[in-house]
């Protein structure tokens, strides 16, 4: 296997397709689960080996429970607490006045 240590250039386009032309093998005969386990498990590899992560992680927000779903908010949202009267925001415009 070649070294790639440009990140961005692919210095085996052959291999490329390869590992690609793999993980499309497994969608398709096993489906996506499948191919994620073994993304992480590849992953983990690289983590147990080396002892760092380096790669394209993105967890975008996604509320996952309908707002119909959601529970209350605890408390009294009306009660101010000793850190809100210190530090108001209400010079930012929102915010709890402390009077």
């Given amino acids: 296997m ?4 440009a990140v961005g250039r692919d210095v085996d386009p052959q291999e490329t397709r390869e590992w690609l032309e793999s993980i499309e093998s497994v969608l398709s005969t096993e489906g996506r689960p499948r191919a994620h386990y073994l993304i992480d498990q590849l992953l983990d590899f690289d983590v147990a080996r080396h002892g760092d992560f380096y790669g394209r992680v993105t967890t975008p927000y996604v509320n996952t429970i309908p707002v119909e779903r959601q529970l209350p908010y605890p408390g009294n949202p009306g009660h101010r ?3 809100q009267c210190v530090y108001p925001l209400e010079r930012h415009g929102h915010g709890i006045a402390c009077r």
Avoid: A, V
């Avoid at 070649?2 to 240590?5: C, F, H, L, V």
């Fill in 2 to 5: 070649t070294s790639n240590n």
């Fill in 81 to 83: 607490t000793p850190y």
